[in-house]
């Protein structure tokens, strides 16, 4: 099982990056996905997640309206498009697969917002 991010990196505030997350060795298509964050002496925190089939999604407060979520069962892979950056938004970001049973994760990728 791999579930690889990319995308991360250094971004002006205002900015916008799009996160990725391949996934093998699993049945993508019957996992809940999700991105989590984690800031540097902060608790780790759901971002966003998307249900199997794509059909729904719920954001955490502080990203609704900036960040949207979506997959593509096809290609095994989930996004995060992140718009309207902003300095808190700094952390790593990990993407996980889940069922009832079992949840896996990613090693992150790094997302650093600054001037």
């Known amino acids: 099982v791999q579930l690889v991010e990319s995308g991360g990196g250094l971004v002006q505030p205002g900015g916008s990056l799009r996160l990725s997350c391949a996934a093998s060795g699993f049945t993508f298509s019957s996992y809940v996905m999700s991105w989590y964050r984690q800031a540097p002496g902060k608790e780790r925190e759901l971002v966003a997640r998307?249900?199997?089939?794509?059909?729904?999604?719920n954001y955490a407060d502080s990203v609704r309206g900036r960040f949207t979520i979506s997959r593509d069962n096809a290609k095994n892979t989930v996004y995060l498009q992140m718009n309207s950056l902003k300095f808190e938004d700094t952390a790593v970001y990990c993407c996980?697969?889940?069922?009832?049973?079992?949840?896996?994760w990613g090693q992150g990728t790094q997302v650093t917002v600054s001037s």
């Open positions: 998307v249900t199997a089939a794509g059909g729904s999604t």
């Open positions: 996980s697969a889940a069922t009832q049973y079992k949840v896996y």
